[in-house]
DNA sequence: GTTTCTCCATACCTTTTCTGCATGAAGACA
DNA sequence: TGTCTTCATGCAGAAAAGGTATGGAGAAAC
């Protein structure tokens, strides 16, 4: 059975009349009369009685033309759907984020694109660093975000964007009043900080400015996500250095401040990693509404 | 785009290399290349990388071969449905009951039908005995169900069964607590009796039997269908006659008892009608249950 | 009752489309 | 570099679909 048989049965059982159909069909009649022969004879059934009057549907006949249309249906939306999967506009997007990516940033633009593009399903992953590299490479995720990750051959990273440190600090604490804050004063409080193995370049970037700055951090303890980072600081365990998107992250007794003499490069990126020559329409898609989006969060802080 | 192209397609998105959807499909190779090109042209989308592993799914492909499968699946379900609907075995077969044609027989002999043929849709409707003739006539209805039919050309009617008449009577007449009843004896007690215009034919058969039996019944009151006719007996309004299926039918205050004497021809048929020259295949199927439950009905009689 | 008209069916030929064989081109792998 | 695999292309043959002419059967009109 072949599309073209099943859409002259349809158009034969809509007129009832062989001439018509074959007129509306752009074809003669004697061909459609054998293509309906044909049908029938491979179906096994009879599809019409033969009156003087014209072609009568058989009740086999009437139920063929109701699913003939369902069929007709289907297809149509199938060729639809898939034009609108090449452009980039239908289909799935599986992306990761680590932990505390969810916060601030990376929501925003996903509301962005879903916004951008409504029928594209996203589907969230939550993974570290390694695991996003690993799924990439095993085509399980299409986009992965994370901070400060390493040039790798077969993975392209892109610049989301950069934000400066910012210290969380126990309402209570003298930090806290003080309107203006060195990074040299940080010597005398007690640090939360990500263990090695979590963030090992988030450490090494804190470690390396506090030696810098001529001392050794106290590290009261380690932590493996920001939001325990900042609830620790809530219970008065010490200062801890956050992203300044972390700052959405409201806790009771904890406040956010600013370093006054905080070095140009310390900054915490984030990124997005995709494959290299991956040119999924779905990617490039993503890849465009994110660029569009830091170009307006630019002009946002530039204001 | 055609079923075959689909089907070529879907093999090579499963295989993932044409040499192989080729050997699966029958063809050879250099054909199966040609096919699978015309359709991303008529699609307008790339469907495959070409890899030198193989070909590969892009995202509009790997869509497209999921509606693929779907298609499939509807195109194979209407072929099946379409060769049952030919052997009477699926569809919708609309059927006329009278008004109180619903009690006792009609139910079980549906029932049965619904048994031996679980997938037809049976749609009953309500219909005096000339507007399903006019149904029957306009195709709206198939089957039609009704009491003493004149013959018609364009209509056959086939026995379902026939059946004596019973009295219904209020529990607290004399005639409650007769052991036997003589038709005679009706004289002396008011009657409900259907209205002529209602079942004319009924009406001439009760009026004849008294006439023959050397009375005129008094007729308290007319009624259009024989619930409110026996609810009627219930209110002492006086005896009913009414055919046997309907003491089915019980009302507290109302007994139905035998008459002794009735003679052989008073008797209440029930008809099933339907279009002469009718080969429909649901039709044929429901009078293939009809007869063998007669059979059932007459055996259980004799029993 | 005959004619005419309207349908669908069949015969025969033409045109289009699909298929197979042979072969080419390009990347992967040893 | 040679070989292997994979997809792409040219050309001829086969199959399927389409067109014209015509037949046959029933209904409607005269």
Redesign the pocket.
């Known amino acids: 059975m072949?599309l073209?048989k099943l859409r002259y049965f349809l158009t034969v059982a809509e007129e009832r009349?062989?001439?018509r159909a074959a007129t509306l069909l752009?074809?003669?009649?004697?061909?459609l009369?054998?293509?309906?022969?044909?049908l029938e004879q491979e179906l096994g059934v009879q599809l019409f009685n033969?009156t003087?009057?014209?072609?009568e549907l058989t009740e086999a006949g009437t139920l063929l033309a109701q699913e003939a249309r369902n069929i007709f249906s289907l297809v149509q939306q199938a060729s639809e759907k898939t034009q609108r999967a090449s452009q980039g506009r239908l289909g799935r997007l599986d992306i990761a984020v680590f932990g505390s990516g969810v916060l601030d940033t990376i929501p925003r633009l996903l509301l962005r694109f879903k916004q951008d593009y409504p029928e594209v399903k996203v589907v969230l992953h939550t993974m570290e660093k390694e695991e996003q590299i690993q799924a990439l490479r095993q085509h399980r995720i299409t986009v992965g975000f994370n901070r400060m990750l390493k040039p790798l051959p077969d993975l392209t990273s892109e610049l989301v964007n950069r934000e400066r440190l910012l210290l969380a600090v126990n309402e209570n604490s003298p930090l806290a009043t003080q309107s203006v804050i060195k990074f040299r004063e940080l010597a005398d409080y007690p640090m939360v900080l990500f263990s090695s193995s979590s963030r090992p370049n988030f450490v090494d970037k804190v470690m390396s400015l506090c030696y810098a700055a001529g001392f050794t951090p106290e590290i009261t303890q380690e932590v493996g996500d920001v939001v325990t980072g900042v609830s620790l600081v809530a219970s008065g365990f010490g200062v801890c250095l956050v992203s300044k998107s972390a700052s959405s992250l409201s806790l009771p007794g904890v406040v956010y401040r600013e370093i006054s003499d905080l070095p140009e490069n310390a900054t915490i990126d984030l990124s997005c990693v995709f494959r290299s020559g991956d040119d999924s329409r779905l990617l490039t898609s993503f890849l465009e509404t994110l660029r569009n989006f830091k170009r307006e969060e630019m002009i946002g802080e530039v204001e």
Do not use: A, E, F
Request: charged content about 25%.
């Open positions: 072949d073209r009349n062989l001439g752009h074809i003669s009649q004697p061909p009369t054998r293509q309906i022969h044909q033969r003087p009057k014209g072609m």
